[in-house]
T-cell receptor, first 116, second 116 residues
Framework: GAGVSQTPSNKVTEKGKYVELRCDPI?????LYWYRQSLGQGPEFLIY????????DSGLPNDRFFAVRPEGSVSTLKIQRTERGDSAVYLC??????????????FGPGTRLTVL | AQKITQTQPGMFVQEKEAVTLDCTYD???????LFWYKQPSSGEMIFLIY??????QNATEGRYSLNFQKARKSANLVISASQLGDSAMYFC?????????????FGQGTTLQVKP
């Protein structure tokens, strides 16, 4: 079956511009996560959705970052007034739920964002 | 304080030999899960193995096993009979039950190079 997909795979933008990154989770997965991975580092949590609502956005670095999941499936991560420090790979993951301590997250291929 | 510590930035192993990748963790939760992911140069995160904090036996998945020492808070990954395709970045991650979100906390990773 189809895995988690993310578009675009690469995005190059100029400082100050607005960008949108899209994540299409595995069908039926209610939990959706965004992570950011800087070069040579492990992924860092940004935001978690359970269904349509953002249940935990504690990882968003500042108010330039926002994410939505209006119908409980596809999610969009939005970054306003991009800065060079936003350059990273943005990973999306989905899982069936959060009910037990074991809950495998399936990751998408990521979007590599480069801010010039 | 770091929640997940991977002290080996890079490791080398000869093909067909076994290798251990270290991971220590820090949590006050009694219930938590520990994960290992592989990230090849292509960038996707591949789930390898899971260990629950209440699991009495060490997890095994094919050539992967997890050496879980709860009192020492360590969860080392053992790869037996290394193959060239095992060359990749490896991440240890933890999920704490108290977070109620399932978000993963990752270490900084270890780069494994398998020599022919």
């Amino acid at each position: 079956g189809a895995g988690v997909s993310q578009t675009p795979s690469n995005k190059v933008t100029e400082k100050g511009k607005y960008v949108e990154l899209r994540c299409d989770p595995i069908s039926g997965h209610t939990a959706l996560y965004w992570y950011r991975q800087s070069l040579g580092q492990g992924p860092e949590f940004l935001i978690y959705f359970q269904g349509t609502g953002a249940a935990d956005d504690s990882g968003l670095p500042n108010d330039r970052f926002f994410a939505v999941r209006p119908e409980g499936s596809v999610s969009t991560l939005k970054i306003q007034r991009t800065e060079r420090g936003d350059s990273a790979v943005y990973l999306c993951a989905s899982s069936l739920g959060v009910g037990s301590s074991y809950n495998e997250q399936f990751f998408g291929p990521g979007t590599r964002l480069t801010v010039l | 304080a770091q929640k997940i510590t991977q002290t080996q930035p890079g490791m080398f192993v000869q093909e067909k030999e076994a290798v251990t990748l270290d991971c220590t963790y820090d949590t006050s939760d009694q219930s938590y899960g520990l994960f290992w992911y592989k990230q090849p140069s292509s960038g996707e995160m591949i789930f390898l193995i899971y260990q629950g904090s209440y699991d009495e036996q060490n997890a095994t998945e094919g050539r992967y096993s997890l050496n879980f020492q709860k009192a020492r808070k360590s969860a080392n990954l053992v790869i037996s009979a290394s193959q060239l395709g095992d060359s990749a970045m490896y991440f240890c991650a933890m999920r704490e039950a108290s977070s109620n979100t399932g978000k993963l906390i990752f270490g900084q990773g270890t780069t494994l190079q398998v020599k022919p």
